[in-house]
């Protein structure tokens, strides 16, 4: 059973709870449809602290992924055939086991995907990480805010808008972006703030013309992504007074045919420390897969992760609002 | 403060409709029509409607279209860009009259 979870008491300000909407739409509880991808969160360290991350990463986190728990995550993917690894983190990179890790996962037949914030691919000591990816055949998901230097740079600090232009052209030489060579690079979107995504192909159109336009610089697809209220991004709608107006447009759009396709649906989440999650957002929360489901990656049974009911929460309204988001984008 | 203009006052918008629900349908249709993608994207509709909002100077417009400029993928620099445009215009407006004075002016001068 699903229960009704209170996040920090936000469905105390009478907005309609996440469950009450699934039951009104007849998804409830929503429930796993099978585990096609294993989203690994390798650590919370990065090299940047952007305003809207939900997972408060930063240089200073301390929460980096061993490698016994990739282990498991191997024997995982390895035992149950699990078709697509989804690694994000922070900036997964920066794992020291973070090369091995892809290496086995591409050896065991896996799909690799990465996230990344593009301006760590131009540091010391990962310079060569677009070519790794290449050899590799990794799916480059890239996060950029904006087409323009001024809407970036605040978003993610001064300087961000060139490190990142700097990456994608050597993601480019390294052959991502040409199209018929297997290489994928999409790039994720998020608002600069407390407002919804535009539709995707909308966007998509303006970053293309803009991007190959003025800088040269060709992806395949991008990905809107709505800001969750978690973590950073939850401490600035709380600091400037959004709060309440940004959950009532998140409540107020619920969509269940974008519920219905959620990615938790599809999708396990493994947790630094091997803690199994419904979704990343879940994770952030410390929302732990329950209601009799394994709880660590050393724990994995397929047969009870892919029919798990789901642990749900006023944050579900951040992927179940509009046209739907998820680490890929609309949904709905 | 009672004052005239009251931000709650958006969210009420569709009460309008309450005493001529015909004429509030039509106008309902042709407005959401009015901003779907057609030949113009919605990020430039949105942000046409911003200058106008500026020009005609309706607090609920503006407060609508720099959320609504903002959720259909415009940035600030292209925002105050378009306000820029409606001041232009609001401006220009103003000094082309200067014309009229001029000839004015011109034919009640020695």
Redesign the interface.
């Known amino acids: 059973m699903a229960v009704r979870h209170r996040v920090h008491g936000m469905d105390d300000h009478g907005l309609k709870s996440f469950s009450q909407s699934l039951k009104e739409s007849g998804l409830y509880p929503l429930t796993s449809r099978g585990v096609a991808t294993l989203q690994v969160n390798v650590g919370a360290l990065c090299n940047q602290s952007c305003l809207h991350c939900h997972v408060d990463a930063g240089p200073r986190r301390g929460e980096v992924m061993p490698k016994r728990v990739m282990e498991s995550c191997l024997r995982v993917v390895d035992e149950c055939d699990i078709p697509v690894v989804d690694i994000t983190g922070g900036a997964p990179e920066m794992n020291p086991d973070y090369r091995w890790f892809v290496e086995e996962c591409v050896r065991l037949g896996s799909r690799v995907k990465t996230r990344t914030n593009l301006t760590v691919l131009v540091e010391d000591g990962f310079e060569d990480m677009p070519e790794f990816f290449a050899r590799n055949r990794v799916e480059v998901i890239a996060s950029l805010p904006?087409y323009?230097e001024?809407?970036t740079d605040r978003m993610r600090g001064p300087g961000t808008f060139k490190a990142s232009l700097d990456a994608l052209r050597r993601l480019n030489r390294a052959g991502y972006g040409s199209g018929g060579n297997g290489l994928v690079l999409n790039l994720a979107y998020n608002?600069?703030?407390a407002?919804?995504?535009?539709?995707q192909a909308?966007?998509e159109?303006?970053f293309r013309r803009e991007l190959e336009g003025r800088f040269g610089i060709r992806f395949a697809n991008l990905f809107t992504i709505t800001n969750m209220p978690l973590g950073r991004f939850r401490d600035f709608l709380e600091g400037s007074g959004n709060m309440r107006s940004y959950m009532e447009r998140l409540v107020g759009l619920f969509n269940p045919a974008a519920a219905a396709n959620a990615m938790c649906r599809e999708t396990l989440s493994v947790g630094w420390d091997g803690t199994l999650f419904d979704c990343d957002f879940n994770q952030m929360l410390g929302l732990g897969c329950a209601h009799g489901a394994p709880s660590h990656i050393d724990d994995f049974v397929r047969e009870a992760l892919d029919q798990r009911t789901i642990m749900t929460g006023m944050h579900c309204y951040g992927c179940t609002a509009g046209a739907g988001s998820s680490c890929g984008g609309e949904v709905a | 403060m009672e004052t005239y203009y009251d931000p709650h006052d958006l969210s009420d918008f569709a009460s309008v409709g309450e005493c001529a629900p015909e004429l509030w349908k039509k106008f309902s249709e042709w407005y959401s029509s009015v901003f779907k993608e057609g030949a113009l994207s919605e990020r430039e509709k949105a942000l046409i409607a911003l200058a106008v909002a500026h020009a005609v100077q309706c607090p609920y417009c503006i407060d609508a279209f720099t959320k609504s400029s903002l959720e259909k993928g415009a940035d600030m620099e292209q925002m105050t860009e378009a306000v820029h445009v409606a001041s232009a215009i609001r401006g220009g407006a103003s000094l082309v009259h200067g014309v009229q004075m001029k000839k004015i002016a011109e034919k009640i001068g020695l």
Not at chain 1, 195 to 199: K, Q, V
Request: proline share 19%; glycine share 6%.
């Open positions: 904006y323009t001024r809407t608002p600069c703030g407002y919804l995504p535009p539709s909308s966007i159109r303006d």
